[in-house]
């Protein structure tokens, strides 16, 4: 019989405690950094202040010795001359050749909403968190990588190699004036980056290796116009839209519950593949609100859903798609006069990095290193950025590792935790000395 192999504390390497010292002395800086990203209100949409917050990080990141570019995504959903849509790449090459370390944040957020009882774009410090819109989601990500990147320059400024920061548009709606469109022209493929870490907020410990795949579509039932008090002389597509409904109730839903995914998915629930019904419209249009005027009499001859399919690793778009139709056939078979369309709206495909790749092993050292655990490893139930980098700059050596804790991302009173940031930015100085020192 063979023992067990005995769990022992990972042995620290050379520059770990330099890199605890020094991220310790920058808690000031840390904490004033990301104030000063909360107070810049990048509201998307419609896409404020990104100049803005590009050339303040950009003019940091200058005196730290990077060459920075200011891109305009010109021409990308949203971008207009009121509100283009600006990119921050900014590099530090090292005395030597060497693999190039890349950290991505989106510097976006979301709306506001309602419930705030603390100032959304105040920066305000109690105890050991900062409140406010993108704290968590992901500004506080994006200055403790900074703070890692700037303490390991002053520890190890003849590094091999080289180390980017990137602040990208638009993540928050889909990223295609920001990592999309960066990574068509080149800026994500493996010839240039190396290892690439996006600071969202999964939490100091666990590493998060991508993400479901996405499908949304438009299914369109169809009838035929009449008089309300004779139906009969008309077809009701809502009618024909419940039955779609219906259909999907005692066979789809049941069906999906069965399948799951062998991806790491968190929450639990999001192990399986998920239907939502973002959407659904018949007949004539809504009344304006406070409005008066009484309905009119007519059988809706065209009733529409948009649904939300989120997809796993383990299934193909091409069958995804084919289930949903054999739905509707299903229905056409038992309803005469039935006819219907469907119209793809969005894909992505899911995305899930190996957890042999060189990025997640040195991140979990690192990990292990500073909290004395090993890291969990979770996939993503939506999407984020991590899509263009892989299927557009084809880089799979990609991960997402950040501070703040995911549920307060576009609530209110959103907070990120100061030592959280600290013990990340430790790690994310670690990687760098890891693979670049
Ligand atoms: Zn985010």
């Known amino acids: 019989m063979t023992q067990p192999p005995e769990a022992h504390p990972p042995e620290p390497r050379p520059h770990d405690a330099a890199i605890a010292r020094d991220i310790a002395a920058r808690r000031d800086d840390l904490v004033a950094l990301t104030q000063a990203l909360i107070r810049i209100p990048t509201l998307n949409p419609p896409g404020d202040c990104y100049l803005e917050i590009c050339e303040m990080l950009g003019e940091r990141l200058a005196r730290s010795g990077f060459t920075t570019e200011l891109l305009r995504a010109t021409g990308t959903p949203g971008d207009s001359d009121s509100h283009p849509r600006w990119n921050l790449v900014a590099r530090r090459e090292g005395g030597r050749p060497g693999p190039c370390v890349h950290f991505n944040g989106h510097h976006d957020v979301v709306e506001v909403g309602h419930g705030w009882t603390r100032d959304p774009f105040g920066g305000q410090v109690e105890g050991d968190r900062i409140y406010g819109r993108g704290s968590a989601d992901m500004k506080g990500g994006l200055a403790a990588a900074v703070i890692a990147a700037e303490a390991f320059l002053?520890?190890?400024?003849?590094?091999?190699?080289?180390?980017?920061?990137?602040?990208?548009?638009?993540?928050?709606?889909?990223?295609?004036?920001?990592?999309?469109?960066?990574?068509?022209?080149?800026?994500?493929?493996?010839?240039?980056?190396?290892?690439?870490i996006i600071p969202e907020p999964l939490g100091k410990d666990r590493i998060c290796l991508g993400h479901r795949g996405v499908w949304w579509a438009e299914i369109e039932t169809k009838g035929r116009i009449a008089h309300g008090s004779m139906?009969?002389?008309?077809?009701?597509?809502?009618?024909?839209?419940?039955?779609?409904?219906?259909?999907?109730?005692?066979?789809?839903?049941?069906?999906?519950a069965t399948r799951r995914t062998a991806m790491p998915v968190v929450p639990e629930g999001a192990r399986t593949p998920t239907l939502n019904i973002n959407a659904i419209h018949g007949g004539e249009p809504e009344p304006p609100e406070g409005s008066t005027a009484l309905p009119a009499p007519v059988v809706p001859d065209r009733a529409r859903i948009i649904i939300d399919r989120r997809w796993l690793i383990e299934e193909a778009l091409a069958e995804?798609?084919?289930?949903?139709?054999?739905?509707?056939?299903?229905?056409?078979?038992?309803?005469?006069?039935?006819?219907?369309?469907?119209?793809?709206?969005?894909?992505?495909?899911?995305?899930?990095?190996?957890?042999?790749?060189?990025?997640?092993?040195?991140?979990?050292?690192?990990?292990?290193?500073?909290?004395?655990?090993?890291?969990?490893?979770?996939v993503s139930p939506g999407t984020y950025d991590q899509k263009h980098i892989d299927r557009i700059g084809r880089m799979q050596n990609c991960i997402a590792y950040g501070p703040g804790h995911l549920e307060l991302a576009h609530q209110p009173d959103e907070w990120v935790g100061i030592a959280d940031m600290e013990d990340s930015a430790r790690v994310m100085a670690m990687v760098l000395a890891d693979l670049l020192a």
């Open 320 to 378: 995804v798609k084919a289930e949903v139709a054999a739905v509707m056939d299903r229905v056409q078979a038992r309803r005469p006069g039935f006819r219907w369309s469907m119209r793809d709206l969005f894909e992505v495909a899911p995305v899930m990095t190996d957890r042999a790749a060189p990025v997640v092993t040195t991140t979990a050292a690192a990990i292990e290193r500073v909290l004395g655990r090993q890291p969990g490893y979770i």
């Open 154 to 196: 002053s520890l190890c400024p003849d590094f091999g190699g080289a180390i980017e920061i990137s602040a990208t548009a638009d993540e928050e709606t889909g990223g295609y004036g920001g990592v999309a469109w960066l990574a068509e022209r080149g800026y994500f493929s493996p010839d240039r980056v190396s290892h690439v």
């Open 231 to 256: 139906p009969f002389l008309g077809d009701s597509a809502i009618r024909h839209m419940g039955a779609v409904l219906a259909e999907m109730e005692a066979t789809l839903f049941p069906a999906l």
